[in-house]
């Protein structure tokens, strides 16, 4: 959430800054709406002080021996007026917060200009697309020509948008995430960390899914209100919720391995082939929590931490910067990693790595203690898929694929394969 003191004082401003966002601000609403507030705030505090006043006066009209029945019943009645006025400013107050809410974090002032990921902007590129001397195939044919990828059998089970992983496909898998954790935690100093699969509402609020992306999220249809994690996230950067982090502590850096859960509302249409864009998918997400002078530092590293992960397996991939129209409600600035499928003969996103300034932390009133003021400010939150999982599988098995439909084995991952250097052989 935006600083509501920033909003109040400099309502056009933070217009403006949005209009990159492609997000319109009412300023009048909204002034019109915190003038209100002002109004029922000024009319309680008098209410509150003639209450007080009056109370005092039964003291003294009583020790004097006076009638105090007239008293009694002026304190009665602004009682009364009171409970309304307050109950009055409650709700107003509640309506601010709601508007509040759903208002998009500004970007940052490097976030170019756009409308839609057509106009994000090329900052690096690593590595060379394969040139293949025979057609290459996308993950689907190699998956299923080798009876390492079963669609059929999960959408009779479940439904669409969902796969059975076996034999080695199921085992490189799981290379994959073992291979990211051990990089993570012992090279970029990550500490790992198994979270719950579910949150409550207060986390989902924390990070930026509720109230706004509701419908994205899949909700416990008992008297629980628990969701399914859209990401880890959620649930590792809710860790500081409510806290004061010691300044000795920061910067906290996690590495959390989990399944991911997103009815993807919006998207149908959208990449049903294959494992692209599923209900769910696993990923090992990072996550920090830093003092603000250190978030744009942090950012760039965190990026490269994913990014060391496709060099690792030898994937070609370029770094975008997301422009304001393609820019998530809660980041201020985006990286995209993308790296590149034969199969599709193009880049696709395979992290996105953001820094959210403290638009996250103020929402969850995530703090560290500033040791040389002694107070408490807000923090500052980034996090990456470190990366996605499933399309990592499909890099490594659309890039190392052979003309007999066997994969082979890159020389990072041998070492979780038992050895192995070929999986799918015909």
């Known amino acids: 959430m935006l600083d509501p003191k920033w909003v109040r004082t400099e309502p056009d401003t933070v217009a403006e800054l949005l209009k990159k966002k492609g997000y319109t601000l009412d300023v009048a609403a909204f002034t019109a709406l915190d003038a ?9 505090e008098h209410l509150q002080n003639e209450r007080n006043t009056k109370s005092k006066n039964i003291g003294k009209a009583k020790a004097a021996g006076e009638d105090i029945a007239p008293l009694l019943a002026e304190v009665e009645n602004l009682k009364a007026a009171l409970q309304e006025k307050e109950a009055a400013l409650d709700e107003v107050a509640g309506e601010l917060e709601t508007l509040l809410h759903g208002v998009p974090n500004v970007p940052d002032e490097r976030v170019p200009h756009g409308t839609s990921e057509a106009d994000n902007v090329e900052l690096r590129t690593w590595g060379t697309p394969r040139t293949f001397d025979f057609t290459p195939k996308d993950h689907v044919e190699l998956g299923e020509g080798g009876d390492g990828l079963d669609f059929e059998t999960a959408t009779k089970i479940t439904g669409s948008r969902f796969v059975i992983m076996k034999g080695e496909v199921a085992r490189l898998h799981r290379a994959i995430i073992q291979l990211m954790l051990d990089t993570h935690t012992t090279e970029h100093g990550y500490t790992e960390v198994n979270v719950p699969n579910m949150v409550n509402a207060d986390s989902a609020y924390g990070t930026g899914q509720l109230p706004k992306f509701a419908d994205d999220l899949f909700k416990l249809t008992d008297d629980r209100e628990f969701y399914l994690i859209p990401t880890a996230e959620v649930p590792v950067t809710n860790f500081v919720r409510d806290e004061i982090v010691d300044a000795a502590v920061l910067p906290l850096k996690f590495a959390c391995h989990s399944p991911c859960f997103r009815s993807e509302a919006g998207s149908y249409g959208k990449d049903t082939r294959g494992m692209i864009r599923q209900h769910q998918f696993e990923k ?15 950012h760039e590293d965190l990026t490269q931490h994913a990014e ?10 370029r ?20 790296v590149w ?9 395979i992290s996105s790595c953001s820094n959210f300034g403290d638009f996250q932390a103020r929402r969850m009133q995530a703090r560290w203690r500033n040791p040389e003021t002694g107070k408490p400010e807000l923090l500052h939150t980034i996090n990456g898929s470190g990366l996605a999982v499933g399309r990592t599988l499909i890099a490594v098995l659309e890039n190392y694929q052979n003309q007999d439909g066997s994969i082979s084995v890159p020389e990072a991952l041998q070492p979780y394969m038992g050895g192995a250097t070929v999986i799918l052989k015909p």
């Open 308 to 317: 060391k992960i496709l060099q690792k397996l030898g994937l070609p991939y």
């Open 284 to 298: 090992v997400e990072l996550v920090q929590l830093v003092q603000p002078e250190a978030s744009k530092q942090a």
């Open 36 to 44: 209100k507030r002002k109004s029922l705030q000024v009319d309680t």
């Open 319 to 338: 770094v975008v910067v997301l422009c304001g129209g393609d820019l998530g409600f809660s980041a201020e600035l985006t990286y995209d990693i993308e």
């Open 341 to 349: 499928l034969p199969g599709q003969d193009a880049y696709r996103e």
